[in-house]
């Protein structure tokens, strides 16, 4: 039920165009944080479910529904997790639902965000928000390397079923055992990888300069205006229907 | 024996079949050579004889493959690697023993093979690709050709009636070649289906392959018998190939 290869999956990004895709990387991220802060600001379902609704746009734009399905996929086994704790320590059946809806709507912006923003795009807008380079550019480089990684799983976890090993075998305990094949040579490559990493930076004066020269340019196109509107629209919107209908509950609730 | 048909199979999130329509039949004692330019589909075509494609790989699958008369999609890996044996094209992925002895023996300790058995099985597959002497070893301190070779042996010591090998000359010094030479010359004689993707042309053309399969782009352009196809100096030119230099020599020779 937990399939670390599908897990990996949610921060994978593609970097395949789309209308989305071409935005300023700024408006990808102020949508990105409006509909995690959407989902937050009450457990109401009405505003899970108008989250949900106005997310629609964003995903045609993004063509990015083969991925949200892949990533709801990977965690199917949170989500049944989440309404069965909450439903045994409420007992009320509309809340947990909500708190599923929340849960979902979360990991939809992220799936929306992580298809259509190149990690580049994500350093860029790092280093914008005064974040130090070193910092930023580890976070990149972490981003490319998961689906790497990914692939080296794949790689291993067949090249081990080939030899006849039975990965999903036995109970729990059992099953913890049977990682060690996989995950042995994961570290390793890893940090072989990281080795790697380190001396092709080296060879090509990582760090030598202060100042870095940047070559992306980004504008701020009508579309960009019209899609940070939007966000903004929501926003209100989302907080006009808390204030009017319903309480504001503790903003971090889960 | 090993029965492809009509196989056509697109990876997952990929627009372009990596294999359109591919049949193939490779019984025990045939000696099959797959060549084609990178990403032509030859490691792709290596995944379905042993079911890791569609069981470990997502994606759309037609037709279907037959291990001795098991469908792939009906049998598991694990019970598919009782027959089918397979050496991945980046060794690396394999290795997590302490030693390379260890490591050999992996394959035919999953298989459930008798104490006795799996020694003679692991002495033997090492001597084979010339690695005994270092059987206490860490994989990880070997050459990238001695890597390579300790991954074929993982796999022979399994002692599979088929033998699928993804690269195998990658990295490996020009005696090295000959010794995997002999040992593939060995495994056809005592019966088995031997299987290989190669860039390597010049060194399979000594192996006098039953059949050599060009892929490209995902589709079967041409099969036969080795020297056929080497001798058509023009089509393999065409696609992207060198052949052996003794066919472009005669082909120039006619040329004259
Ligand atoms: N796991 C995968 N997911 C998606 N596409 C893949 C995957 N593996 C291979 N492909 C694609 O399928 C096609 C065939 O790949 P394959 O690895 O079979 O080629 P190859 O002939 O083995 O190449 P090489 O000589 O470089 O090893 C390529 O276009 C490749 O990009
Ligand atoms: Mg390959």
Same mark, same amino acid.
């Given at each position: 039920?937990?399939?670390?290869?599908?897990?990996?999956?949610? %921060?994978?990004?593609?970097?395949?165009?789309?209308?989305?895709?071409?935005?300023?990387?700024?408006?990808?991220?102020?949508? %990105?944080?409006? %509909?995690?802060?959407?989902?937050?600001?009450?457990?109401?379902?009405?505003?899970?479910?108008?989250?949900?609704?106005?997310?629609? !746009?964003?995903?045609?734009?993004? $063509?990015?529904?083969?991925?949200?399905?892949? *990533?709801?996929?990977?965690?199917?086994?949170? /989500?049944?997790?989440?309404?069965?704790?909450?439903?045994?320590?409420?007992?009320?059946?509309?809340?947990?639902?909500?708190?599923?809806?929340? &849960?979902?709507?979360?990991?939809?912006?992220?799936?929306? %965000?992580?298809?259509?923003?190149?990690?580049?795009?994500?350093?860029?807008?790092?280093?914008?928000?005064? /974040?130090?380079?070193?910092?930023?550019?580890?976070?990149?480089?972490?981003?490319?390397?998961?689906?790497?990684?990914?692939?080296?799983?794949?790689?291993?976890?067949?090249?081990?079923? *080939?030899? #006849?090993?039975?990965?999903?075998?036995?109970?729990?305990?059992?099953?913890?055992?049977?990682?060690?094949?996989?995950?042995?040579?994961?570290?390793?490559?890893?940090?072989?990888?990281? @080795?790697?990493?380190?001396?092709?930076?080296?060879?090509?004066?990582?760090?030598?300069?202060?100042?870095?020269? *940047?070559?992306?340019?980004?504008?701020?196109?009508?579309?960009?205006?019209?899609?940070?509107?939007?966000?903004?629209?929501?926003?209100?919107?989302?907080?006009?229907?808390?204030?009017? $209908? &319903?309480?504001?509950?503790?903003?971090?609730?889960? | 024996?090993?029965?492809?048909?009509?196989?056509?199979?697109?990876?997952?999130?990929?627009?372009? !079949?990596?294999?359109?329509?591919?049949?193939?039949?490779?019984?025990?004692?045939?000696?099959?050579?797959?060549?084609?330019?990178?990403?032509?589909?030859?490691?792709?075509?290596?995944?379905? &004889?042993?079911?890791?494609?569609? @069981?470990?790989?997502?994606?759309?699958?037609?037709?279907?493959?037959?291990?001795?008369?098991?469908?792939?999609?009906?049998?598991?890996?694990?019970?598919?690697?009782?027959?089918?044996?397979?050496?991945?094209?980046?060794?690396? $992925?394999?290795?997590?023993?302490?030693?390379?002895?260890?490591?050999?023996?992996?394959?035919?300790?999953?298989?459930?093979?008798?104490?006795?058995?799996?020694? #003679?099985?692991?002495?033997?597959?090492?001597?084979?690709?010339?690695?005994?002497?270092?059987?206490?070893?860490?994989?990880?301190?070997?050459?990238? #050709?001695?890597?390579?070779?300790?991954?074929?042996?993982?796999?022979?010591?399994?002692?599979?009636?088929?033998?699928?090998?993804?690269?195998?000359?990658?990295?490996?010094? *020009?005696?090295?070649?000959?010794?995997?030479?002999?040992?593939?010359?060995?495994?056809?004689?005592?019966?088995? #289906?031997?299987?290989?993707?190669? $860039?390597?042309?010049?060194?399979?053309?000594?192996? @006098?392959?039953?059949?050599?399969?060009?892929?490209?782009?995902?589709?079967?352009?041409?099969?036969?018998?080795?020297?056929?196809?080497?001798?058509?100096?023009?089509? &393999?030119?065409?696609?992207?190939?060198? !052949?052996?230099?003794?066919?472009?020599?005669?082909?120039?020779?006619?040329?004259?």
């Amino acid at each position: 039920m937990i399939d670390p290869l599908s897990m990996l999956e949610i %921060f994978r990004s593609y970097g395949r165009e789309s209308t989305y895709s071409k935005l300023n990387p700024v408006t990808k991220f102020f949508l %990105f944080v409006v %509909f995690i802060i959407i989902p937050l600001i009450s457990p109401s379902i009405f505003i899970q479910i108008f989250s949900l609704l106005m997310q629609i !746009p964003l995903i045609i734009m993004s $063509h990015s529904t083969n991925r949200i399905t892949r *990533s709801l996929r990977a965690s199917t086994f949170f /989500i049944i997790i989440l309404i069965i704790l909450n439903y045994l320590t409420t007992f009320n059946i509309i809340f947990s639902i909500s708190m599923v809806l929340r &849960l979902i709507g979360m990991i939809i912006a992220s799936a929306i %965000f992580m298809t259509g923003t190149d990690p580049a795009e994500i350093g860029d807008l790092l280093s914008k928000l005064r /974040i130090p380079f070193q910092i930023s550019f580890s976070f990149v480089i972490a981003l490319r390397f998961i689906p790497v990684l990914a692939d080296d799983v794949m790689m291993i976890i067949t090249s081990q079923a *080939s030899r #006849g090993y039975e990965i999903e075998k036995g109970g729990f305990l059992e099953r913890v055992k049977r990682m060690i094949p996989i995950l042995i040579p994961m570290i390793i490559i890893a940090i072989r990888r990281g @080795h790697q990493l380190a001396e092709a930076l080296e060879t090509k004066a990582f760090g030598v300069s202060d100042k870095r020269t *940047s070559y992306m340019r980004y504008r701020v196109n009508l579309l960009d205006l019209l899609m940070v509107s939007y966000g903004l629209l929501i926003l209100i919107a989302g907080l006009l229907i808390v204030t009017t $209908h &319903l309480e504001i509950f503790p903003l971090l609730q889960l | 024996m090993i029965e492809i048909e009509g196989v056509t199979f697109t990876y997952e999130g990929s627009s372009k !079949p990596a294999l359109s329509d591919v049949n193939l039949r490779i019984e025990e004692g045939d000696f099959l050579l797959v060549t084609g330019l990178s990403g032509s589909g030859k490691s792709t075509l290596l995944r379905l &004889l042993n079911g890791l494609i569609p @069981h470990f790989y997502r994606g759309k699958m037609e037709g279907r493959v037959l291990v001795d008369g098991i469908d792939t999609r009906e049998a598991s890996v694990a019970s598919l690697s009782k027959k089918v044996g397979l050496v991945f094209q980046n060794p690396e $992925h394999m290795f997590f023993s302490e030693s390379v002895y260890e490591e050999v023996s992996f394959g035919p300790k999953s298989l459930g093979m008798s104490k006795e058995e799996m020694e #003679g099985a692991v002495r033997w597959a090492l001597e084979q690709v010339g690695l005994w002497d270092y059987r206490m070893r860490s994989p990880w301190s070997l050459s990238g #050709g001695e890597k390579k070779r300790l991954s074929i042996a993982c796999v022979l010591a399994m002692k599979t009636d088929f033998l699928a090998v993804d690269e195998p000359t990658i990295g490996q010094d *020009s005696l090295s070649k000959e010794s995997l030479l002999l040992t593939f010359k060995r495994l056809r004689e005592e019966g088995k #289906g031997v299987v290989v993707v190669t $860039h390597d042309l010049e060194w399979l053309d000594d192996l @006098h392959p039953d059949e050599l399969i060009l892929l490209s782009r995902g589709k079967v352009i041409e099969r036969g018998p080795s020297d056929m196809i080497f001798s058509s100096v023009r089509d &393999l030119a065409i696609n992207g190939l060198i !052949p052996p230099c003794k066919y472009i020599l005669s082909t120039l020779v006619e040329v004259k």
